[in-house]
């Protein structure tokens, strides 16, 4: 069982930045795919970014890229996600996920926390 505990959301203007952070439980960190992804209201969720086990590569959404940065220590086992020049559009919950089988399924969820763009 792997539990995850996002972190550092809040309210924040148009053009600034925050940095999310999601701290997983258990010793096999390091071999999960983690992903963020985010649900604005009225809205799907969608995948925001995915980075691949031992830091292998990374991969945004077209939205978010260029902006948003996603990366890892696996030696506190926590995944970030950088969100610089947020726009009004980024507002949403965000949470993470984790794939423990390396297939890209994501079998595990965080809470959420939330990031609200004021313009």
């Known amino acids: 069982q792997v539990q995850l505990v996002e972190s550092g959301g809040g309210l924040v203007q148009a053009g600034g930045s925050l940095r999310l952070s999601c701290a997983a439980s258990?010793?096999?960190?390091?071999?999960?795919?983690m992903g963020w992804f985010r649900q604005a209201p009225g809205k799907e969720r969608e995948f925001v970014a995915v980075i691949s086990r031992n830091d292998a590569g990374t991969y945004a959404a077209d939205s978010v890229k260029g902006r948003f940065t996603i990366s890892r220590d696996n030696t506190k086992n926590t995944v970030y996600l950088q969100m610089n020049r947020l726009k009004t559009e980024d507002t949403a919950v965000y949470y993470c996920a984790a794939d423990s089988n390396s297939e890209y399924v994501w079998d595990y969820w965080g809470q959420g926390t939330q990031v609200t763009v004021s313009s």
């Open positions: 258990g010793r096999t960190f390091s071999t999960y795919n």
